[in-house]
T-cell receptor, first 117, second 114 residues
Framework: NAGVTQTPKFQVLKTGQSMTLQCAQD?????MSWYRQDPGMGLRLIHY???????DQGEVPNGYNVSRSTTEDFPLRLLSAAPSQTSVYFC????????????????FGNGTRLTVT | AQSVTQPDIHITVSEGASLELRCNYS??????LFWYVQSPGQGLQLLLK??????LVQGIKGFEAEFKRSQSSFNLRKPSVHWSDAAEYFC????????????FGAGTILRVKS
């Protein structure tokens, strides 16, 4: 019972490099999302998706790109890494969107700790 | 705009003592309320949730929370804290008006003294 799996767990990048954070879930959840966690700021929503082929911006989308080609996978791309993107990134999913999806809990991965120097 | 406030950044309690973590929200209507716990190096785990009905909700690990509409609060409580409860706790709110977006508070770090 894997749930939400994120890779890698740790990553160090130089300014200007690009990389992709991977997220996969095996619960057939249609809703998937990416958050970043910074001290004293809680979790802030970067991008989310309500199903394959559908993505939308969250609170802090700049500098990040997402795509959703399958229900299972929701990768997050950093196009040109900046020190301000040093953070812990969490992927989360929940059940199929519908009239009551807004009150269903999120299932989180264990996070990716990214450092940009 | 909607917001969630957790006034306490850090709280330290002795093992066996009672605990209350505060959460206040600012929404136009009664939102859906959640408490999550995060252990070091882990993702967030749902403790409990409130949608409607009884304002006192029970969760896992002996936690409970009470929704008070007049105070726009959803405080988390536990009668007797165990050392394993040391973690960071997040309050989160959502509402159908805001679609699928959950808004999280900044978190409260709980330390437990033995």
């Amino acid at each position: 019972n894997a749930g939400v799996t994120q890779t890698p767990k740790f990553q160090v990048l130089k300014t200007g490099q690009s990389m992709t954070l991977q997220c996969a879930q095996d619960m057939n959840h249609e809703y998937m999302s990416w958050y970043r966690q910074d001290p004293g700021m809680g979790l802030r929503l970067i991008h989310y998706s309500v199903g394959a082929g559908i993505t939308d911006q969250g609170e802090v989308p700049n500098g990040y790109n997402v795509s959703r080609s399958t229900t299972e996978d929701f990768p997050l791309r950093l196009l040109s890494a900046a020190p301000s993107q040093t953070s812990v990134y969490f992927c989360a999913s929940r059940v199929t969107p519908g009239t009551r999806s807004y009150n269903s809990p999120l299932h989180f991965g264990n996070g990716t700790r990214l450092t940009v120097t | 705009a909607q917001s969630v406030t957790q006034p306490d950044i850090h709280i330290t309690v002795s093992e066996g003592a009672s605990l209350e973590l505060r959460c206040n929200y600012s929404y136009g209507a009664t939102p859906y309320l959640f408490w999550y716990v995060q252990s070091p190096g882990q993702g967030l785990q749902l403790l409990l949730k409130y949608f409607s009905g009884d304002t006192l909700v029970q969760g896992i690990k002996g936690f409970e929370a009470e929704f008070k509409r007049s105070q726009s609060s959803f405080n988390l409580r536990k009668p007797s804290v165990h050392w394993s409860d040391a973690a960071e706790y997040f309050c989160a709110v959502g509402h159908m008006e805001y679609g699928n977006k959950l808004v999280f508070g900044a978190g409260t770090i709980l330390r437990v003294k033995s």
